[in-house]
C-alpha cells in the first residue's frame, strides 16, 4: 500500500514538472514570437509608423513620442491657446505656413493640425537641430523679460521661439516653422505617426 502512495505521488511530481516545463517552453518561443510583430529598432530609424495613445492627454499637456530617431510632440491644446494663433500672425516669419516642405498638403489653416486641438510636430528647432522646451507658461520668462511672452517653444542653444503651433518668431535664428510630420487617426484615442491622413 506504500507503494502505491509513492508511485502516485511521484507520477504526481513527474505530470506537474513535465507541465511546468512544457508552459516555461511555450512562453519561450511564444515570447519573441509576439515581439516580432513589432518594427524593430532598424525598421523605426528607417520610417516604420509609430502609434501614440492620445486619450489620456490632458488639454495644455504634451508627449513625446520617437519617430525615426526623433522627437515628436504631441500637444493637446486647450480652446483658448487655439483661438491666440490667430492674434500671432504680426509676429511671426511664416504665419501661414507658405513653405510647403514644412508640413503634408492635408496640414492647412494657422493651427497647422488636422484637428484644431491636436499638434504634432517634429522636435527639432530649424536652425541647427537642437530639441525646444516645452514652456506653455503665460508672461514674463528669462527669454523674453517683457511678459509678452504667451507660450509655445523655446530653444536653448540659441533663441529660437515658436508659438503652440510651431511657427516660427520674428527676430530669431530658425528661419522656418517647425516641422510636422505625415501622420494620421487611427481613432478618436490613437495616431499614427508616419501614415498620411490621405492615405487613411
Given at each position: ?6 508511485n ?9 514538472a ?5 508552459v ?8 519573441p514570437?509576439v ?8 525598421a ?5 509608423p509609430?502609434?501614440?495613445?492620445i486619450?489620456?492627454?490632458?488639454p ?8 525615426r530617431?526623433k ?24 504665419p ?28 527639432l ?15 514674463a520668462t ?28 520674428s ?7 517647425l516641422?510636422?510630420?505625415?501622420y ?11 501614415v ?5
Open positions: 500500500m506504500s507503494s502505491d502512495g509513492v502516485s505521488g511521484r507520477r504526481r511530481f513527474l505530470t506537474v513535465t507541465s511546468a516545463v512544457g516555461a517552453g511555450a512562453v519561450g518561443i511564444a515570447v514570437f515581439q516580432s510583430w513589432n518594427p524593430s529598432a532598424r523605426r530609424a528607417a520610417g516604420a509609430v502609434k501614440a495613445d486619450s489620456k492627454l490632458e495644455g499637456q504634451m508627449v513625446v513620442v520617437e519617430w530617431g522627437p515628436v510632440y504631441v500637444m493637446r491644446r486647450t480652446p483658448e491657446q487655439v483661438e491666440d494663433l490667430a492674434s500671432l500672425n504680426a509676429e511671426l516669419k511664416d501661414d505656413s507658405a513653405n510647403e516642405d514644412q508640413q503634408p498638403a492635408y496640414i492647412t489653416g494657422i493651427d497647422r493640425s488636422i484637428k484644431p486641438d491636436l499638434v504634432v510636430l517634429v522636435g528647432c530649424t536652425h541647427l537641430g537642437c530639441a525646444p522646451k516645452f514652456r506653455p507658461e503665460v508672461g528669462e527669454f523674453s523679460t517683457d511678459g509678452s511672452w504667451r507660450g509655445g517653444f523655446f530653444c536653448p542653444c540659441h533663441g529660437s521661439t515658436f508659438d503652440f503651433a510651431g511657427r516660427v518668431f527676430g530669431v535664428p530658425a528661419s522656418d516653422n516641422l510636422v510630420p505625415p494620421s487617426y487611427e481613432n478618436d484615442d490613437v495616431i499614427v505617426i508616419g498620411d491622413q490621405e492615405a487613411v
